[in-house]
């Protein structure tokens, strides 16, 4: 044994078990486990509420480099059920660390394991597909963790948005960083700012941010919020944001999209992108391992131009299924999915992937723009 660590293992529920040794919190956790393909931005990735009910395992080989920073943070807290690296750094080096990731997530609650075989791992769900697993203690015998594995409730269905959507409706003023600034506030005038009202089902705060930095006052509200109460807050535009599961695990969501749709300007993405085609009257369907990443290739049909793009989701719009109510505007090119909607006579559109990247790059920012534009012309 390794002096000073504390072995640990992965069961997945096809039978297959990973052993390695434990960080962060002392417990065990399962979830519906998952690769992220992105070099860096783990920070950015532990705090997405997306993550949601999920265990990531992150394929590139090496994570802590840079410790942890407040600055970092997608959401107030840690989401996932557990982390999966090959190797965690034993030092973190960055002017901006405040702490490492172990210590943080022990603060958090989170486990993780290292010193498993994420090359081995990655392959496998690439084959089978996601599924339920486990991290436990390496003192439990493999069986009796595959049995919690398998044992655990899948994601299809749930309405996991309820556990991560804000309880009350709040103003968001943080814009955008700037290197010895930090974030800045927006100036308290609503003069020529369009007011957006932005549904959490679990909202990244750098999508908040851009949305300030484009000159927008942002209303944050709850997941649970009808179309009557996000008209009475007379909205230019409404946003749909990201958010965990399946989005059939939200009709009340849906209904309350439907209400809205041709009544402001709408833009979505990830999950508000998926609620957006079944308010539609669409369909939704998994994926076979989801994409996690951030170096997507999704081509923008009306130019033919080329987006490398940031992504989290497991789900997606079937778009025979829209029957022609939309326009599908991009494209993946990993596998022809659809990546983007619009209803040109709705002024709503909408993207799967995140064009406010953190982590990621900036390639489709433009649609903020876009988005700032529909608002001033309605």
């Not at 992937?353 to 982590?359: F, I, L, R, T, V």
Request: proline content about 6%.
């Amino acid at each position: 044994m390794t002096q000073g660590k504390r072995p640990m293992r992965l069961a997945l529920a096809d039978g297959t078990t990973y052993d390695g040794w434990g960080f962060g919190a002392e417990v065990a956790s399962g979830g519906e486990l998952v690769f992220n393909t992105g070099l860096t931005g783990y920070q950015e990735v532990l705090t997405d509420p997306s993550y949601r009910g999920q265990i990531v395992s992150m394929t590139y080989p090496h994570v802590g480099n840079v410790g942890v920073n407040p600055e970092d943070m997608e959401s107030a807290r840690v989401h996932l059920a557990g982390f999966v690296v090959r190797e965690l750094s034993p030092v973190a080096s960055n002017w901006r660390s405040r702490q490492s990731l172990d210590a943080w997530l022990a603060e958090q609650g989170v486990v993780g394991i290292e010193g498993v075989d994420t090359r081995s791992l990655t392959r496998r769900l690439r084959e089978s597909g996601c599924m339920m697993a486990m991290i436990g203690e390496g003192s439990m015998s493999p069986d009796e963790l595959v049995d919690r594995a398998r044992a655990l409730p899948g994601l299809d269905g749930r309405d996991l948005v309820a556990e991560v959507t804000c309880a009350a409706p709040f103003p968001w003023t943080q814009g955008r960083w700037e290197l010895g600034r930090g974030y800045a506030e927006a100036d308290g005038s609503a003069v020529g700012k369009p007011h957006v009202v932005a549904y959490d089902f679990g909202i990244k705060y750098n999508i908040l941010r851009r949305l300030v930095g484009e000159g927008c006052r942002v209303s944050v509200v709850p997941a649970s919020t009808t179309a009557e109460q996000v008209l009475a807050l007379a909205p230019d535009g409404i946003f749909l944001s990201n958010g965990p599961g399946d989005p059939a695990g939200v009709p009340y969501v849906v209904e309350a999209v439907r209400g809205l749709i041709g009544k402001r300007p709408i833009f979505g993405i990830c999950l508000g992108h998926q609620i957006l085609g079944l308010a539609l009257g669409g369909e939704t369907y998994k994926l076979r391992f989801g994409h996690h990443g951030i170096n997507h290739p999704v081509r923008d049909e009306s130019t033919g131009k080329v987006e490398i793009t940031s992504q989290n989701h497991n789900f997606c719009v079937d778009v025979q299924s829209l029957k022609g109510r939309a326009v599908v505007t991009h494209l993946n090119l990993n596998d022809m999915t659809v990546e983007g909607l619009q209803v040109p006579d709705a002024d709503v559109f909408s993207v799967q992937y995140h064009p406010e990247a953190s982590p990621g790059p900036h390639d489709a920012s433009y649609l903020f723009g876009r988005f700032m534009d529909r608002m001033r012309a309605a």
